[in-house]
């Protein structure tokens, strides 16, 4: 399908995969949102559609509220797209320090940094082997979880895929009862992840204790040394299940990557703790930049 050019636009669509695939390739993003599968999997939530600018490639989306901004530009003349759609009054989101220092002539801009939606960027071999002091309460509850279920770790297949989805309504239903808010845009996409789960190019892992699904994870490649994880969940009550998930997400998947993206906390401060408590060797921050008055004539 053609790509319009701006200021029309259009949905995300599957056949769009191999072109946003060469272009992210192309790219090597260091952001989670960066991927085909995650554009394809919240292009409702975000509402996200694809215009050209100049030669640009560039995802439109809306915020929750409301808010319309813009997604760093995938190739072509990337300064001189972002500035059209800056002059324009829209947002840029997900713009990196690389970025930043790339395209530093921006001028008469804002620039705020958003810690709710910083990655969370780990080593993948401390996260497999969950050794030294460090992880020593990590390595504690997979070893409680070990000790107390009996269970198996495979790699995700379509076998699992009626098991998956089952966990994933009753996290759903866990989480409704405790916490206020909507969740069902991450469950609608972890649902469509698992069903397009070959079609999206994810690969995971699953945890099941008596045969049955009790955990799962999925993910794929961010850039030649990145992986990512973009959806893990498990049985909230069974204590050191997700250490577990973590450990064995790391240690089977992306072998040859050094450095495993975790996605971002959102804002939820339990979640914020339990990812700072795996000791991330970098925050990759992201950054909302927008215009602070119309550009000079």
Known sequence: ????RYPQARGITLEDKPLLDRLFLELQPRISELTFANLYLFRKAHEYRLTLVEDAVV??????????YFLPPFCGDIGKATLRLLDEGLTLYGADDTFLERYAALGGVEVLPDRNNFDYLHLKQEMALLSGKLYHKKKNRVNYFLLRHRHEVELFDAGHLEGALALLEEWRRVRMEMASGSIEGEVEGAGEALRLREELGLSGVVVKVAGVVKGFALGERLNRETAVCHFEKGDLFLEGLYQLLDREFSRLLFTECRYLNREQDLGEMSLREAKLSYHPVELVAKYRVRRLSPPAT
């Open 1 to 4: 399908m053609d790509i319009p």
């Open 59 to 68: 995802a439109l989306a809306v915020g929750y509220d409301g808010s319309s």
